[in-house]
């Protein structure tokens, strides 16, 4: 798990928590959770900390100060060692327990498997927005990026590489995730409020 958080004391403990319970109802042997700290201000690094000398197997990639959301997700690809990798927010509006859909669909074969938003639980202005914000992007780019999927997926190593390789350095980990190709699907499911 490659997750980016910015001042996500009061949610690390409920992550890691339900990481866990998803990870004991699916068939792999191992996992590495990689929290990526976007300059917090907050506890969230002592309370990762907590769970490191706990022995959960859990890497804490520190940045110097808040640098955004896509550079933190990249910092965390660059990072990643498994052969299955799962992007997921720190603020767990993406269930962690879907990744185990999304394992299934990479078992048959894809080499990306996203999340498409069933139907979001925000405010009409921000529905609003980010269905302006989907269509001027398909307006503006050649590249198909489906419309309600955010960065919460599961990529294989391969899907990473190609990702990792890419020489861009002002990233948007969605578009270059479709900009790679390979085999890719999108599953539904219901997002939590933020």
Do not use: W
């Not at 990744?99 to 894809?110: D, L, M, V």
């Not at 990233?171 to 219901?190: A, D, H, K, N």
């Amino acid at each position: 798990y490659v997750i980016p958080i910015f001042n996500e004391e009061l949610n690390i403990p409920n992550t890691i928590k339900k990481i866990l319970e998803a990870f004991n109802k699916n068939n792999l042997n191992s996992f590495e959770i990689v929290f990526i700290d976007d300059g917090s201000s907050d506890k969230s690094v002592s309370i990762i900390k907590k769970y490191i000398k706990d022995g959960i197997k859990i890497k804490c990639i520190c940045l110097t100060r808040n640098f955004g959301h896509q550079e933190a997700l990249t910092a965390g690809l660059a990072n990643a060692n498994s052969d299955l990798i799962a992007v997921l927010d720190g603020d767990l509006q993406d269930p962690p327990l879907v990744i185990n859909e999304f394992i299934k669909a990479a078992e048959n074969g894809y080499d990306v498997v996203y999340g498409i938003r069933k139907k979001r639980k925000e405010s009409i202005l921000k529905r609003f927005s980010y269905g302006m914000f989907y269509k001027i992007l398909s307006s503006l780019s050649n590249i198909e990026i489906p419309l309600d999927s955010g960065d919460f997926c599961l990529m294989t190593k391969n899907a990473l590489n190609k990702i990792n390789n890419l020489p861009e350095t002002n990233r948007f980990i969605r578009g270059l995730r479709s900009y790679i190709g390979l085999r890719q699907v999108g599953i539904t499911y219901e997002r939590e409020a933020r």
